[in-house]
């Protein structure tokens, strides 16, 4: 299933005039705008129409005239965008420059959303490796309704380097293998630790949140019924607590756990049991 602009949007779009004054330009701004969604960088090609709504920014020169052109066309051949399938891997593809990062959100190599925004003067200057991070960081707050509880691949200007573990023999350099050893056996150990303090805090945490904790306790006979809603239980003798409970607080016991039961007879292998009675307990 796909998501297009309707043909009446593009008739609007293709017969709008040139416009000639701020309030022109501010309406033509709105229509495009609303739109902004299915016009890969659309920032970049609105910036100077945008310049010109500034005070004293209105002068209808020649570039204003080929971009007003360029935005009508960006507008009219706007590509078709994929609603997105939750079902599917979202791949996000991010590519970041010294000004602006622009990123492109699809599925199955058909795009899905645009997003583009340029830095603020303080990070022109920061590593690239920073400003796609900071790219990262903005696209999931901006598309976090797709990507949270969706599998999702990231994709930038390169993969991230793989850290093989060091094989015997590899290098000639005595000081270079003992290195790499080490660096082997540094990352064995921290990952060790890192397993022991994981299970130490989870421990922590669920010792303090006994909401989802087992609130029933062992097996105990029921002694007698008292009234319609309550049961009175055979508890241990060093029990501190009353007998009666009613039965919101009880529930039934399912299988043998009561280990004083007496255990069937074993059967042999001739199938026949001997049976010799003990004493005659009453007659009838």
Same mark, same amino acid.
């Given at each position: ?88 891997? $979202? ?33 022109? $200057? ?159």
């Amino acid at each position: 299933m796909s998501l297009m602009l309707c043909n009446e949007k593009i008739d609007v779009v293709q017969s709008w005039p040139i416009p000639s004054n701020v309030k022109e330009v501010r309406d033509f701004l709105g229509l495009t705008g609303y739109y902004r969604h299915f016009v890969q960088n659309y920032g970049l090609i609105a910036r100077p129409l945008t310049a010109l709504i500034k005070k004293n920014g209105f002068v209808l020169s020649n570039e204003a005239f080929s971009v007003f052109i360029t935005s009508k066309q960006a507008l009219l051949s706007t590509l078709v965008l994929w609603l997105p399938d939750f079902s599917k891997t $979202f791949v996000v593809e991010c590519d970041a420059s010294s000004s602006e990062v622009g990123v492109v959100l699809s599925q199955e190599e058909h795009p899905v959303a645009y997003f583009r925004k340029g830095f603020s003067p303080s990070s022109w $200057f920061k590593p690239t490796y920073d400003q796609e991070l900071l790219g990262l960081v903005l696209i999931i707050q901006k598309w976090s309704h797709y990507l949270l509880g969706s599998n999702f691949l990231i994709l930038y200007d390169q993969d991230p380097p793989s850290l093989l573990p060091y094989v015997m023999g590899e290098t000639k350099n005595i000081e270079l293998e003992q290195l790499l050893i080490d660096r082997d056996d540094m990352f064995t150990l921290f990952r060790f630790n890192l397993m022991k303090v994981q299970d130490r805090m989870r421990n922590q945490a669920n010792s303090k949140c006994q909401e989802l904790s087992p609130r029933f306790f062992s097996p105990y006979r029921g002694k007698r019924i008292i009234g319609p809603i309550a049961y009175e239980l055979e508890l241990p003798d060093d029990a501190k607590i009353h007998q009666v409970f009613y039965i919101s607080m009880l529930k039934p016991v399912y299988g043998s756990f009561f280990p004083d039961l007496v255990a069937p007879l074993p059967i042999p292998k001739d199938w026949e049991i001997d049976i010799q009675s003990a004493s005659i307990v009453d007659h009838r």
